[in-house]
């Protein structure tokens, strides 16, 4: 097919995430992936602004992560979980008992960040039942949240968020004010809330510091502190939500480790486990989530998809590991954060600019409405940065391996995309 034919079928025929298929947005035929480029068939090549949805931490097609992928597929690409296990896997599973929350070592792999917050709540609600209390099947999660696509997940996430939509066919599931302003007043409300249904509820889940896909928005540790003490004087499953925080994406490996007496009972991680290689994500229950659900009068984990453990994944993921274990990430990460401070600084508020805003290595800068699109994929030419613009939101989340002179353009992007006029679309046309 030629790059013509390609993208014409894809118009017609090839859903794309957040997409109509009679009025297609603009996709642009990528054609090879290395370090922090996307490359076009035209001849383009992108700085990939937003890590290809916040994955590609060490940059595309990493030598080491590429090569663990070809090893691993001469012997063994795929082999069912259910009656098998092997080597990547339980080396896999090490690694992450070893850089996890203390006690957090115990790790059901799922095959996307979604899957991993389904399982998540199927540990917090079996938890519950093995304790004996069969009708807490209901979480707390928190307005401004977001947890995936699939349907537990999106019950999830803001209520008035991109899934409204499927509001009638969701399980109801009870909401928390965002975590904004003074964490003890907020603490209050979240405690109101839980004990308002105090029998119905089995956990609370959150993204942790970092509010991405529905609002991001930053917030402090004293909010993880409140939860972690409203959990334990109700015995409830606390779920920290990593899989875009996680990985030094704020700075520290886990954002939640800010605050440090603060750990989750399950927590989800995703996206960059693999470098951005392959899909894989995995929900880690502490040593007495785990147990009671292993005792409990199911004693099995009720879950296990197709291609759980996928040996191709978890090799990436290994290899994955090793990188971020070498270090330096870190450091990486502050430096980005003082380089997107310094280089939106000129970003006034005022007209269409409403905030700037900056933690570790995301930038954003929020409007009143987006741009055109037109007039964005102008800037990503002229720039050659690579950005997608989502709600009202202009932001970046790049490889953590950018240097500051990609840093600098990919700011510089922004900047141009925030100085464009507001466009005539309402806020939400444009998805994550
Ligand atoms: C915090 C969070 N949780 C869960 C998900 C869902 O992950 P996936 O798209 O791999 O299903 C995302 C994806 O953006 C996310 O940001």
Redesign the pocket.
């Given at each position: 097919m030629t790059a013509g034919e390609i993208l014409e079928y894809d118009r017609r025929r090839v859903w794309h995430p957040y997409a109509s298929l009679s009025n297609p947005p603009r996709a642009r035929l990528a054609a090879r992936t290395e370090g922090i480029y996307i490359e076009t068939a035209d001849g383009g090549r992108l700085i990939d602004g937003v890590a290809s949805?916040?994955c590609a931490a060490h940059g595309h097609g990493h030598p080491a992560i590429v090569e663990a992928i070809r090893r691993q597929a001469r012997t063994m690409s795929h082999v069912m979980f259910g009656g098998f296990t092997h080597e990547p896997a339980v080396e896999l599973a090490d690694r992450i008992a070893a850089i996890a929350p203390e006690g957090l070592r115990n790790v059901f792999f799922a095959d996307?960040?979604?899957?991993?917050?389904e399982v998540a709540v199927k540990m917090a609600i079996q938890y519950q039942q093995a304790k004996g209390r069969p009708r807490r099947c209901k979480m707390v999660a928190l307005e401004g949240g977001?947890?995936?696509?699939?349907a537990c997940?999106m019950a999830l996430s803001d209520p008035d968020g991109m899934h409204t939509l499927f509001k009638g066919m969701m399980p109801r599931h009870f909401f928390a004010p965002k975590p904004e302003g003074d964490a003890g007043r907020w603490a209050e409300e979240l405690e109101k809330t839980i004990d308002a249904h105090k029998d119905e509820i089995a956990g609370v889940i959150c993204?942790p510091i970092l509010q991405?896909?529905n609002a991001m928005h930053f917030y402090g540790a004293d909010f993880l502190r409140a939860m972690r003490r409203i959990c334990d004087e109700r015995d409830l499953v606390l779920v920290f939500?990593e899989?875009?925080?996680g990985f030094h994406r704020t700075g520290p490996l886990w954002a939640h480790s800010r605050a440090a007496d603060a750990a989750p009972d399950v927590m989800?991680i995703?996206?960059a486990l693999t470098g951005g290689h392959v899909?894989l994500?995995a929900a880690i229950a502490s040593d007495k989530t785990a147990d009671a659900i292993s005792r409990g009068n199911v004693g099995a984990l009720m879950h296990g998809p197709t291609y759980m453990a996928n040996p191709l994944a978890c090799a990436a993921a290994n290899a994955s590991l090793e990188l971020f274990a070498a270090g330096g990430y870190e450091e990486k990460v502050h430096h980005a954060e003082e380089v997107f401070k310094k280089r939106l600084a000129g970003v006034e508020r005022g007209g269409n600019v409403r905030d700037v805003r900056v933690l570790g290595a995301v930038a954003v800068v929020e409007t009143g409405r987006l741009p055109e699109r037109d007039a964005i994929d102008r800037v990503i030419d002229e720039y050659g940065v690579w950005l997608r613009p989502f709600a009202n939101f202009i932001y970046a989340m790049p490889p953590l391996v950018c240097d500051d002179a990609a840093l600098s353009r990919i700011a510089d992007a922004m900047a141009a995309m925030a100085a464009l006029p507001p466009g005539r679309e309402a806020a939400g046309d444009f998805h994550?």
């Open positions: 949805w916040w996307s960040g979604s899957i991993s917050v977001y947890h995936g696509d699939t997940a993204e991405a896909a939500d899989i875009a925080a989800c995703g996206k899909s994500a994550e």
